[in-house]
C-alpha cells in the first residue's frame, strides 16, 4: 500500500514540476518576445550594413553571402509573424490548463523556435563569411557617387553623344571633356561610369583621379590597387605595365581619367590604343591637352542658362513643389541670388543649400543675402584667375553661412590636405580634437561633417581598407582654394601642401603671427635651426624628408597643441620639445623613432 501510494506520490509531483515549468515558460514570454524583436532588428543591421557597404562600392555579394540574406529574410518574416501573433494574443489568461490559454502557448513554443533559428543562422554567418572581411565579388566597376547637378538639354544631349561614342562608336578610341573647374565634367563623366549599358558592355571600367602631383607610376599603383592586383614599390614601370596589359588583354576596357592636366603616355598604363577593347573618357581644363592626349571628340562644358540655373538653385533651396507658389516679391529676390552663380553648378548647388527656409523667410532676408553676395569682395582674397573671380562671392558666402567659428575652421583645415586628396576622415577628426573645434569623435563624425555634406562643401564616399569600412572626406578643387585664401587672410593660416618645395619655406618666417602651417607633401628635407612663431598651434611636416628636428627649432613654439611628423626619416626628437606644454597630438608613425622616454608625453596622444 505504501509503495502504491509513493507512486501515486510520485506521479503528483513530477505533474506539478511540468505544470510549473510550463507556467514559467508562459509567464516568460513577454521577455522571450521583446529578446526575439532585439534580435530581428539585429539581423536586420547587419543586413542593412552588407548592403550599404556593397551599394557603395557598387559591387555584387559573393554566393554565400547572398544565400544567407535570402535565408535570413525567410527567418525574419517568420519570426515577424510570430510577433504578430503574440500581439494579438499576449492578454489572454493564463492557467496552464483552459482553453484560453492554447494561443499563449503556441506563442510560446513559436517565440522559442524563431530564437532558435535565429540563433542558428548567425552561427552560419559566423562560420561560412570569409575570415578577411571580403562579402563581395572582385569589382568590375565602381560606382562613383553622384549629385543632381545634371540639368540643361545641353548636358542632357552631350551625355547621349557620350554615350554613344563610347558604346557604339568603333571610330571613337578617346573622348576628352574639358571646361572651367566646377562646369559638371567629372558629373557628366560618373553618369557614363554608373551607366548600366556601359556596365554590361564593358568588362573593366576603371575610374582614376590624376592628381596635380601623379606620376607615372602613382597611377600605376591606383590602378593595382584598382583591380586588386598587389603592388611592389620596387616595381619599374615597364614591369607594371607588362602586368597590366597582361590583365587586360582580351577584355573590353574603359578607363577614365579625371582631372588631367599634363599628357600622360598610356602605353605605361597597359593600354594600346589600337586594341579594338579599349577606350578612354578624359576631363581637364584645358582643351589642348584633350588634343595631347589624342582625344578623337571633344565636349566643350558650358555654363548653365539663367532658367536652367534657376531650376538647379530650387533644387537645393526648396523642398520639391515648393517653388510653384512662391511669393512674387521673394521670387525676384530669390533668382537674383542664384544669378549671382552665372550660371555655373558647383557655385549655384553650394549657395542654395545656405537659404533659407521659404515658409519663413521675409523678403528682407533675401534682400540681406543678396547685399552680402555683392558686397564681397574678390580682389582682397587675391585670386588671379579672372574666371574664378565671379564664383569667388557664392562660394564665399556659403563658408560664412556655417554657424559657428568652430564648424567654419573645420571647413578650412581640409585645404591643409592635398588637392585632389581623399582624407582620412578619423585622422581629421583627431586633429580637430587637438585644437579643441570638436568636443568628441561622435560630433565631429555625425555633426560637423554631416552638416559640411548637407551643404555640399565636401562629400564622403566610404571605401573599404584592411576589411574595414573607411570614411574618406573629399573637397573640390574650387572650395579648396577659396579656403586657402580665407585661411591665410582670415585665419592667418599657411598652407602649401603637396606644392613641391624643397626648403622651408620663407613665407613662414615672414609673419610670427601663423596659427596654423601646413607643408605635407613636399621634399623639405631641413628644418630651420630656430622658427619664431608665438601663435602657431598646428605644424603639419609630415610625408617630407626632415632628416632632423634641430633642437633650437621647438624652443618658440610654446602654444603648439597639434605636431605631425609622420612619413619621414627623423630618428630622434631633440630634448627642446619637452618644453611644448600645450602639445596634445603627435604623430610619429611611419618614422624611425621608436621611443619616447620623456614623461612629459604621457598627457599626448602620440601615434607611432
Not at 28 to 50: F, Y
Not at 102 to 117: D, H, M, P, Q, Y
Not at 250 to 265: E, F, H, N, S
Not at 474 to 493: C, F, G, P, Y
Request: glycine share 4%; with cysteine; net charge negative.
Amino acid at each position: 500500500m505504501d509503495s502504491i501510494s509513493g507512486r501515486v506520490k510520485e506521479i503528483i509531483s513530477s505533474r506539478l514540476q511540468g505544470i510549473a515549468k510550463e507556467f514559467k515558460r508562459l509567464t516568460n514570454v513577454p521577455n522571450d518576445a521583446e529578446r526575439l524583436r532585439h534580435e530581428i532588428d539585429h539581423l536586420k543591421g547587419i543586413v542593412d550594413h552588407i548592403n550599404s557597404r556593397l551599394s557603395w562600392k557598387g559591387r555584387q555579394p559573393l554566393a554565400v553571402v547572398r544565400h544567407w540574406i535570402s535565408a535570413q529574410e525567410q527567418i525574419v518574416k517568420s519570426a515577424q509573424e510570430v510577433i504578430l501573433q503574440y500581439e494579438e494574443n499576449k492578454n489572454r489568461r493564463l492557467c496552464c490548463c483552459c482553453p484560453h490559454c492554447f494561443f499563449v502557448k503556441r506563442s510560446s513554443r513559436k517565440i522559442r523556435n524563431a530564437l532558435a533559428e535565429i540563433d542558428e543562422i548567425l552561427n552560419m554567418k559566423d562560420s561560412q563569411f570569409p575570415k578577411n572581411g571580403d562579402l563581395e565579388e572582385p569589382p568590375e566597376t565602381l560606382v562613383q557617387p553622384m549629385g543632381n547637378e545634371l540639368v540643361g538639354a545641353f548636358v542632357q544631349e552631350k551625355l547621349s553623344e557620350l554615350e554613344t561614342w563610347v558604346l557604339e562608336d568603333d571610330s571613337v578610341r578617346v573622348v576628352g571633356v574639358y571646361g572651367m573647374p566646377g562646369l559638371g565634367k567629372t558629373a557628366l563623366v560618373k553618369q557614363i561610369n554608373n551607366n548600366e549599358k556601359v556596365l554590361n558592355f564593358f568588362n573593366l571600367v576603371i575610374w582614376v583621379t590624376v592628381s596635380r602631383e601623379s606620376d607615372i607610376s602613382t597611377l600605376q599603383r591606383h590602378i593595382f590597387e584598382r583591380i586588386e592586383l598587389p603592388w611592389r614599390s620596387t616595381l619599374r614601370i615597364d614591369e607594371a605595365a607588362g602586368l597590366l596589359q597582361s590583365v587586360f588583354k582580351d577584355r573590353r576596357l574603359l578607363l577614365i581619367l579625371d582631372d588631367v592636366r599634363k599628357t600622360i603616355d598610356v602605353s605605361n598604363l597597359g593600354i594600346s590604343l589600337s586594341e579594338n577593347t579599349t577606350k578612354i573618357v578624359l576631363t581637364s581644363t584645358d582643351k589642348e591637352m584633350c588634343s595631347s592626349m589624342r582625344a578623337d571628340k571633344m565636349i566643350a562644358m558650358k555654363h548653365l542658362t539663367e532658367e536652367e540655373g534657376w531650376e538647379l538653385f530650387c533644387r537645393g533651396a526648396f523642398v520639391a513643389g515648393e517653388d510653384q507658389n512662391m511669393d512674387s516679391e521673394i521670387e525676384q529676390l530669390a533668382r537674383s541670388v542664384a544669378e549671382e552663380c552665372k550660371g555655373h553648378p558647383l557655385a549655384i548647388k553650394t549657395l542654395a543649400r545656405t537659404m533659407p527656409q521659404l515658409h519663413s523667410s521675409a523678403p528682407s532676408e533675401w534682400e540681406c543675402i543678396l547685399k552680402d553676395l555683392k558686397a564681397i569682395d574678390s580682389q582682397y582674397y587675391r585670386i588671379d584667375e579672372e574666371i574664378l573671380k565671379e564664383l569667388f562671392a557664392p562660394l564665399k558666402h556659403s563658408y560664412d553661412a556655417l554657424e559657428t567659428e568652430e564648424l567654419r575652421l573645420c571647413f578650412l583645415y581640409l585645404a591643409a590636405y592635398r588637392e585632389d586628396e581623399e582624407i582620412d576622415a578619423d585622422q581629421l577628426i583627431q586633429l580637430w580634437l587637438a585644437e579643441g573645434l570638436v568636443k568628441s569623435r561622435f560630433e565631429g563624425r555625425y555633426v560637423f561633417l554631416k552638416i559640411l555634406v548637407d551643404r555640399c562643401l565636401v562629400d564622403i564616399e566610404v571605401k573599404e581598407e584592411n576589411g574595414l569600412d573607411i570614411w574618406k572626406v573629399k573637397i573640390h578643387d574650387l572650395l579648396r582654394d577659396m579656403a586657402m585664401h580665407v585661411a591665410e587672410i582670415d585665419q592667418n593660416s599657411l598652407f602649401c601642401a603637396g606644392q613641391s618645395l624643397e626648403q622651408f619655406p620663407y613665407s613662414a618666417f615672414a609673419s610670427p603671427q601663423w596659427v596654423r602651417i601646413s607643408l605635407m607633401h613636399n621634399r623639405i628635407s631641413f628644418l630651420p635651426g630656430e622658427f619664431y612663431c608665438r601663435k602657431l598651434v598646428t605644424l603639419l611636416l609630415n610625408s617630407n624628408t626632415i632628416q632632423e628636428v634641430p633642437e633650437g627649432f621647438p624652443e618658440k613654439l610654446k602654444k603648439l597643441k597639434v605636431l605631425d611628423l609622420s612619413n619621414t626619416p627623423i630618428k630622434f626628437l631633440p630634448k627642446s620639445i619637452q618644453y611644448l606644454n600645450y602639445l596634445l597630438y603627435l604623430q610619429l608613425s611611419n618614422t624611425q623613432i621608436r621611443v619616447l622616454h620623456d614623461q612629459t608625453f604621457r598627457q599626448v596622444e602620440c601615434s607611432f
